[in-house]
């Protein structure tokens, strides 16, 4: 984040009291925009647990079908899941433990049969496929990352990161290179020819991923990897799941039960509660507009200073001048919009600075052309990537709103202080910070 100094003269203030509008989100907030194809597609997706598919087809039938799948001794798991993950995604399914998280992410490699609805991989739905077809899909295109990661005792590491690569009938001397260099991604370079048992509980969560990055399958599929991981490990974790998914873009599916976490990995997140999804929407979506009280209830406990970020609070700026007016000109139009002062533009809508009435007045006596002589630096500028805890302090110290700049140096808006006052009133003690600061 740049900011500069603030001075006395910048653009008025915009009153903190205006409605605050949505934030705006990308399209489904997925990695890839250009991918034509969803790499995963569920279609009224439904699970029932412990009746043959006939008689789940019965019970999925009936008006409720919950209390019929009982009836007949078995049990809804997931009921009429509809999503798409697209190319690249890193899609988040969470919820309560029993909400029917897994019964979803198993029902994508068909460790779980569906008991109803379609499952798309890459436009093939594997409902559908023969046996054989299902193995090769398995082993090509999806791996898969547990919460346990039952590594081999008595293999090393390297052995244990390799396993993916021996089933799948790879050479010893290419699976060992392509275990080495999973390794080394995950932080374990130098570490292959330790056992499992000298490594710490973190180490062994890193051997996991390594054994299925080192496979490099299209779709990685990861069920609670680091929920057995103490805080601090687990934070690791992320940073390196993060780290890793930014060089990749691997289609992943991540369950969790911790919305946080869902946060932080997320582009998507699909909230799901008893078999059912409650919303589907990007981190900060959800965050802003919980769809109902069970959300609500996960987002009391997120921490909106580090979801939030300036994109999701900006609002258009109240005025925006282009750099060839005339000071006059420019003058009239701060009249006639009752500010004292405007930003100003090139064509490309980049940032060039502010103008304030009084500059352009001593301009006007100088009869200078344009605006450009009385363009100043005195204002805040954040990214629109910033999250709202890395910029808030300076929306306590001052008056004026602070500038949101995209990575092209483009004005997308000003974030005002009741707006990051409005966005974490429901959340946590930052409040105070901001408002006392
Ligand atoms: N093999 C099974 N037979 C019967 N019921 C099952 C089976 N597997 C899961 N269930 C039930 O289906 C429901 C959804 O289970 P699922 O494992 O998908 O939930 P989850 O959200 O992943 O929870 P957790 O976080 O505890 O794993 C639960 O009530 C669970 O008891």
């Known amino acids: 984040m740049s900011e500069t100094q603030p001075k006395q003269s910048q653009p008025e203030a915009q009153p903190e009291t205006q409605p605050e509008t949505q934030p705006e989100t990308q399209p489904d907030g997925a990695a890839s925009e250009e991918a034509v194809r969803p790499a995963i597609v569920g279609r009224g997706l439904s699970k029932v647990y412990g009746l043959s598919q006939r008689q789940a087809a019965k019970a999925l039938a009936a008006d409720d079908p919950r209390a019929a799948a009982a009836a007949a001794g078995g049990y809804l798991g997931a009921h009429e899941i509809d999503f798409e993950v697209a190319t690249g995604e890193m899609f988040v399914v969470m919820g309560l433990s029993g909400s029917g998280k897994s019964t979803v992410l198993r029902m994508i490699n068909r460790l779980n049969e569906p008991s109803a609805g379609e499952l798309l991989i890459d436009g093939e739905d594997i409902t559908k496929v023969s046996d054989q077809r299902l193995r090769e899909i398995r082993n090509n295109s999806i791996g898969m990352v547990f919460q346990h990661f039952s590594l081999f005792p008595h293999r090393t590491v390297r052995e244990n990161a390799a396993y993916g690569l021996k089933v799948r009938g790879i050479a010893k001397s290419e699976r060992l290179e392509k275990a080495d260099a999973a390794l080394e991604r995950v932080g374990l370079g130098g570490r292959g020819d330790q056992l499992p048992h000298e490594l710490s509980g973190g180490m062994r969560q890193r051997v996991g991923l390594a054994r299925a990055l080192s496979v490099d399958p299209p779709i990685l599929l990861m069920d609670e990897p680091f929920s057995a991981l103490d805080p601090l490990i687990r934070r690791d974790m992320q940073d390196l799941l993060v780290e890793l998914q930014a060089q990749d873009q691997r289609t992943t599916v991540f369950v969790t039960h911790d919305l946080n976490e869902a946060m932080r990995i997320g582009d998507r997140v699909m909230v799901m509660r008893e078999g059912r999804v409650v919303q589907l929407a990007p981190g900060p979506e959800i965050v802003a507009n919980p769809a109902d009280d069970y959300v609500s209830e996960f987002v009391s406990d997120v921490d909106r200073a580090r979801v939030l970020s300036a994109a999701d609070l900006v609002r258009p700026a109240r005025l925006v001048l282009p750099e060839d007016i005339s000071p006059r000109e420019a003058l009239r139009r701060l009249g006639d919009n009752e500010v004292n002062g405007a930003f100003v533009t090139d064509s490309a809508d980049k940032l060039l600075g502010v103008v304030t009435d009084d500059r352009l007045v001593s301009l006007t006596r100088r ?71």
Do not use: C, W
Request: charge should be negative; hydrophobic fraction near 40%; aromatic fraction near 2%.
């Open 367 to 437: 009869r200078a052309k344009d605006v450009s002589d009385a363009l100043g630096d005195d204002y805040h500028q954040v990214r629109d990537s910033d999250v709202v805890g890395d910029f808030m302090h300076l929306a306590g110290k001052q008056v004026v709103p602070l500038t949101v700049l995209d990575d092209e140096g483009r004005l997308l808006g000003v974030v005002t202080r009741g707006a990051i006052l409005s966005a974490l009133s429901t959340a946590n003690d930052d409040t105070t910070e901001v408002a006392h600061a």
